[in-house]
């Protein structure tokens, strides 16, 4: 019982600062609460967002890692890392990255957003396909547009 209230605590004061941008401190909630749940790959991502936005992509790139090393198709945390190496200008890392969360999201996506389909996954959750976001749709179209310029000089 002690456990599950105090991750539950650090869940809800690392999601109150994270949502403040406040990300000095979601990451050391985010810190306390990974002491206590162990490695887990949606904690290791939102502490890769943290680290990314504060400017330290060094332990952004850390974190995302431990988070594929806890869950290696872990979608978030792959676009994370695409996401920071394109920052620091290592397109081949960038591409790599790309290229599996583009293979995820292809192999989970079957059919194109509608209301419908929202309607039929609130239904029937195990027939419904992968129902992509305006936001995932355009970090496709970034990822494409990554891989399809493999040509430059940095790969």
Not at 8 to 22: H, I, N, P, Q, T
Not at 99 to 104: D, G, S, T, V
Not at 132 to 151: F, I, K, N, P, S
Request: hydrophobic fraction near 45%.
């Amino acid at each position: 019982m002690w456990f599950a209230s105090r991750k539950a605590r650090l869940e809800r004061r690392a999601a109150r600062a994270f949502g403040l941008k406040d990300y000095g401190r979601a990451i050391l909630a985010l810190e306390e609460l990974l002491e206590v749940i162990g490695e887990n790959a949606n904690s290791l991502h939102v502490l890769s967002v943290c680290r990314q936005r504060q400017g330290e992509l060094d332990s952004a790139i850390a974190a995302a890692e431990r988070g594929l090393a806890a869950d290696p198709e872990h979608l978030p945390c792959l676009k994370v890392l695409a996401e920071v190496h394109a920052a620091r200008n290592e397109m081949k890392i960038a591409r790599g990255y790309a290229n599996r969360a583009l293979a995820l999201l292809d192999a989970r996506v079957r059919t194109p957003v509608t209301l419908l389909h929202r309607v039929r996954a609130a239904v029937d959750p195990r027939g419904s396909a992968h129902v992509v976001t305006a936001q995932e749709r355009e970090w496709m179209r970034w990822a494409r547009a990554l891989c399809d310029a493999g040509g430059d000089k940095n790969n």
